[in-house]
């Protein structure tokens, strides 16, 4: 019976391999999740106010982390509460959306936390440590810390609201970096 079961997860994990590999040089990227706002499976997704990255991380150049507060130190790259929001909306009305000015007023005033929808997400089977990430481009000599999010996210700065990612978030786009930055690409950095 030992025999077998030796066997059989050999067998399974040649097939991972094997899959991994085939993903590692450049296979078509797998759903990752079926959850609500995750990862690039099934379509856009309706964020519940208009928040337009294209003012705050463009026009304005407001930095990520100011509002993506945890990213340096973190797992989690984190979202900004309300009163972090309503600290520069209590006087600004808002140019491009003012009625989403308003919608946030009123999570504001009930104290409630907005219900932002998930966009970007990794398989399960993935660990993805934002602050690793964050101080390893710090590290090798990224230009700015804009530089170091748009790495991964895309041009965020240039698009309004977001509905959708915009990477492949494949094993094969991640090993292609560490390739490039000459970052560890044993199995353990990842999937641990």
Known sequence: MSRQWTIGAAVALAALVTLAFAQARGGDP????QEPGAGPVGGTRTQPIRFPHSTHAGDYRIDCQY?????ERSVDAGIPSVASCMGCH????????PEEVEKLRGYYNRNEPIPWVRIYKVADHVHYPHARHVQAWEKIGAPSKEVVCLE????????????????PLSMGWCVDCH???EARRDCTVCHY
Do not use: I, M
């Open 179 to 181: 390739v490039r930055t």
């Open 90 to 97: 209590t006087v600004l009305p808002g140019r491009s959306y």
């Open 67 to 71: 509002c993506h507060f945890s990213a």
């Open 30 to 33: 797998p759903a990752l999740s």
């Open 152 to 167: 991964c996210h895309g041009p965020v700065p240039e698009l309004d609201v977001l509905e959708e990612v915009n990477q």
